[in-house]
């Protein structure tokens, strides 16, 4: 039996997703064609379209479905019809590189050593720029996570919202890690756009969806048919839409319940750590986080041995975003944060979800124990 302690990477099908999807799968019909089993297909996109617009406080027609997060992040950033940029400094590399790949200009935001945005720097970033180049020439698109993949930290969205529209900018923040585990809604948080992906949230990996408020237009990245109402072109991924609306549902249906048991877990899992490890550091753990993750280090027991030491006992986990997974410097999010290369390189994301339990919780801290004991034992050698 398996430990899998790595939600935030992919959180496992959920069951209604999986039914929803063989039904889907079985139903056939392209949703464009006006037979009856078209029509049936597209009754079923559309029918998941208003439970995904529901989940979020929004009209079906924001809702645009797209192949994944990081094609939803691309279309908004390369699609915005702004002259330049400005993200925080521990946005997911997708956001990064398709800011890059405009050309236009990138401002970075930096971020306290909790990985919280730095609102006086952005409001005066939007500020300077706006008396000089403000409208039509000088539009920024500001892009701000909802929730950190690696640590967890829940970013001031609404205020950089609010912030950014004063300025007359436009505003995409990314809510895929947000979604099913803290609440979200589009209009409370008063963005323009935000990205959503499928597979954190218990659905089929290869779906997600961008939504946007009605007003805002994107250069077209793909040109094709007239699906989405003309925004993105391609015959829609039926089965992946039906298992993302049923994985958001379900998502939502336990969503107190489970996420108070799930905080539970996390915060047990927390102090168990600390006492056994009474140095182990836990990043963010200041400030508001999403309640299913903790990223924690110990320094001198490296993250990439002791990944695969964990997975060797049957533990899944990972040591930080699965893309910077590798990279010997450790996390570019850390970094931003000030922290040294040493403790770096020992970090480790635990991220529980619908699936964890507390014997997950016993399982890891008694691996975890073993390994910490015998790296004692190495350095006192
Ligand atoms: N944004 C964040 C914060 C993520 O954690 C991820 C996935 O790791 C993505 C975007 C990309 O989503 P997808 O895997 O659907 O492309």
């Known amino acids: 039996m398996r430990t899998y302690l790595d939600h935030n990477a992919t959180t496992p099908l959920r069951p209604q997703a999986r039914e929803a999807m063989m039904a889907a799968l079985d139903m056939g019909g392209n949703p464009s064609s006006i037979h009856a089993e078209g029509r049936a297909a597209r009754a079923l996109v559309e029918k998941s379209r208003k439970t995904i617009a529901d989940a979020l406080g929004v009209i079906p027609a924001m809702v645009v479905f797209t192949g994944v997060g990081t094609e939803a992040n691309n279309a908004a950033i390369k699609g915005a019809q702004v002259d330049r940029i400005i993200i925080s400094d521990v946005e997911h590399s997708c956001v990064l590189e398709a800011a890059r790949a405009t050309g236009k200009p990138v401002e970075i935001i930096p971020v306290d050593d909790n990985g919280v945005i730095a609102l006086e720097i952005l409001a005066a970033t939007l500020a300077s720029s706006h008396e000089d180049t403000f409208a039509p020439s000088g539009k920024a698109l500001v892009s701000v996570m909802l929730a950190n993949n690696e640590t967890g930290v829940i970013q001031p969205v609404a205020e950089v919202a609010e912030l950014t529209s004063r300025f007359g900018g436009v505003f995409h923040t990314d809510a895929v890690q947000a979604l099913g585990k803290i609440p979200v809604n589009f209009g409370l948080l008063g963005v323009d756009m935000m990205?959503?992906?499928?597979?954190?949230?218990?659905?089929?990996?290869?779906?997600?969806?961008?939504i946007m408020r009605d007003g805002v237009t994107l250069d077209k990245y793909i040109h094709g048919g007239g699906q989405e109402l003309g925004r993105r072109g391609g015959t829609e991924n039926v089965a992946g839409i039906a298992g993302f609306a049923a994985a958001v549902e379900a998502a939502l249906e336990d969503n107190t319940k489970k996420q108070i048991e799930i905080k539970a877990l996390r915060d047990l899992f927390e102090s168990k750590l600390q006492a056994v490890s009474p140095d182990v550091t836990i990043f963010g753990q200041g400030v508001e986080r999403l309640p299913n993750t903790s990223y924690i280090a110990l320094e001198g027991l490296k993250a990439q041995t002791t990944l695969i030491n964990l997975d060797l006992e049957g533990i899944a986990v990972s040591t930080g975003s699965a893309c910077s997974s590798g990279k010997v410097t450790g996390s570019r999010v850390l970094k931003s944060m000030g922290v040294e290369e040493g403790l770096r390189e020992s970090a480790l994301r635990i991220s529980f979800g619908w699936t964890s339990t507390e014997?997950?919780?016993?399982?890891?801290?008694?691996?975890?124990?073993?390994?910490?004991?015998?790296?004692n034992q190495t350095a006192a050698a």
């Open 195 to 210: 990205t959503l992906s499928s597979h954190k949230v218990g659905g089929p990996q290869g779906v997600g969806a961008l």
């Open 359 to 375: 014997k997950d919780v016993e399982k890891f801290i008694e691996i975890w124990q073993q390994l910490v004991e015998r790296h």
